[in-house]
């Protein structure tokens, strides 16, 4: 049994002291396997980007402990373990596409043929060959975000965080986008946390929903995807968005959302194993 | 070809100013009142005697005449010209000493906050201090100083004074761009666990440039300006401040004089404005961070 991807026992984390106290997260509890899609879902508020910052180490946790394959979270952070993407596409406006891509790589010393090498093959992984040379704000919404990922994956990693990378995109541009991610994951085998206030996307990207309420933010319930009927993300196509077992997993994340406390009285335990059940 | 269009309106526009400008002198002295518009006692717009208002073209015609009656004097074009190069040195020293200064003291503002709230107020408070003031005092802590052979001289108390003026733009504008950076690329240089100067080098500073070129810019206005009083402060000779005071003696026989060294000031503000506009071409790559990018 290899080492989990993310494990997160017992994490609280506390902004501000005193009056203005406010709880982000009490006492999560989440464990994401190696190669795993994990999407986190819940309403604004309730701490989903705090807990991609803590696992990330851009933030430190007020108790608790968070492993990345097994190291500290700053251990994983320093020996670049992990890829990130924001919602904001977060390019640097003065660097080509290539150039772009290319930063951490250039950053942590790469070797110049190496690093040619590589942008080659991720320009060609999110389609963006003709662009290289192109300066982000030729670009559209899309085409940054996707150069974005790119730039994330330079370095191979074999963790992938994203915070809402698709919120600011529209519905087509969307679609294309989760296709085109669930093929890069297949392609890299990498773990994936993705933050997301879409049902749809989460389902139809993750192998596990995380579903999240706010006030204090904590784990309300988990459903399994694959437990649905639906295939392993890896070799997941388009066609998954209109199985029936795409609906049902569509139907229980609601149904934790919009009532977190009935969680169990609905029948759909954590693991998600309750679904196979009905 | 449109920008070689907008480039050639640019120029259109530009002479078509000055023309405006000149042309609004002539015909305001041909037929404006002889003892200028009074309110009340007030007199709102000059005299259009020869004395208070010489004619363009006057002042022009003087630039090739001799600066004074005697056999050996140069034409005033030639010994405005020195003069202009001589502050415009003056002024280059002390735009430099100033952006060195102020960049330096904008990295330790930007790298601590108690750095910038023990310093800031100091650095805007340093800029109510009147420049008449702080002349007398440079040139005499300047006079101690003695590093071996090197002994201070009135052109480098005039370059502090020029430098004090200019570090300012710098300090404030370079640290609004050094701290400019938004979020989401702070949190990615954390994430690729770089420290503070790489950050700085990748991240921070081509950043600040477009807030850095417009400082630049108003550090050489300020770096001229004072460099030209303090010329006339400390009381050193050979360049505009001196002549501005020593022509400003013949206006009454000549009065198209007074009017050579401050067109030499113009010139010596449009050159250093030309040299930031070229620093500004450098950069250019970087003056799309202003850009937002989703
Ligand atoms: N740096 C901070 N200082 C103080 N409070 C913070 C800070 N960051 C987050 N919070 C608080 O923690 C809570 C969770 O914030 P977080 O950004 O994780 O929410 P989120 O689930 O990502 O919301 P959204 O879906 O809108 O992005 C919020 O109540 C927020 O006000
Ligand atoms: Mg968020």
Known sequence: ?278 | MAQLWNRFRAVVFGVLGVAAVVATWDVYKAFGPEQGVLVGDTRVLPRTTDLAMPHSWEMLQRFGEPVTGLPDAPDAIRAVFDASMFSLGLAARGWLIGVVVGMLLALLMSRLRIVESALLPWVILSQTVPLIAIAPLVRRWGSEIQIGSYVWSSEDSVAVIAAYLAFFPVAVGALRGLKSPDKTHLDLMRAYGVGWWRSLITLRLPSSVPYLLPALRLAAASAVIGAVVAEVSIGLKGGLGRMVIDYAVAASGDPAKPWAPIFGAVAVGLAAAGAIGLLGLALRPFRLTGVSTQ
């Open chain 1, 1 to 278: 049994m290899t080492e989990p991807a993310i494990s997160v026992t017992g994490v609280d984390r506390v902004f501000g002291k005193g009056r203005k106290q406010v709880v982000a997260l009490t006492d999560v509890d989440l464990t994401v396997a190696d190669g795993e899609f994990v999407a986190l879902i819940g309403p604004s508020g309730c701490g989903k980007s705090t807990l991609l910052r803590l696992v990330a180490d851009l933030d430190t946790a007020t108790s608790g402990e968070i492993k990345v394959f097994g190291k500290g979270a700053r251990q994983a952070r320093l020996d670049q373990d992990y890829g990130i993407a924001f919602q904001q596409a977060g390019l640097l406006p003065w660097r080509t596409v290539a150039g772009n891509i290319e930063l951490p790589l250039k950053i942590h010393g790469a070797a110049p043929a190496l690093r040619k090498a590589r942008v080659a093959e991720l320009l060609e992984l999110v389609g963006l060959t003709d662009f290289a040379k192109n300066h982000p704000d030729q670009l559209s919404g899309g085409m940054q975000q996707r150069v974005a990922i790119a730039r994330a994956l330079a370095e191979s990693p074999r963790l992938l965080l994203m915070d809402e990378p698709f919120g600011a995109l529209d519905e087509i541009t969307r679609e294309r986008m989760q296709n085109e991610l669930v093929r890069i994951c297949a392609e890299t085998g990498a773990a994936v946390l993705f933050v997301t206030h879409s049902i749809p996307e989460a389902v139809f990207l993750s192998d596990r929903v995380v579903v999240m309420s706010p006030r204090p933010g904590r784990i309300t319930g988990i459903v399994d995807v694959r437990a649905d009927g639906l295939a392993d993300h890896h070799d997941r196509t388009e066609r998954a968005r209109d199985q029936e077992g795409f609906f049902r997993a569509v139907a229980e994340v609601r149904a934790l959302l919009h009532g977190g406390a009935s969680t169990s009285s609905a029948g759909v335990e954590p693991a998600g194993v309750g679904v196979e059940e009905r």
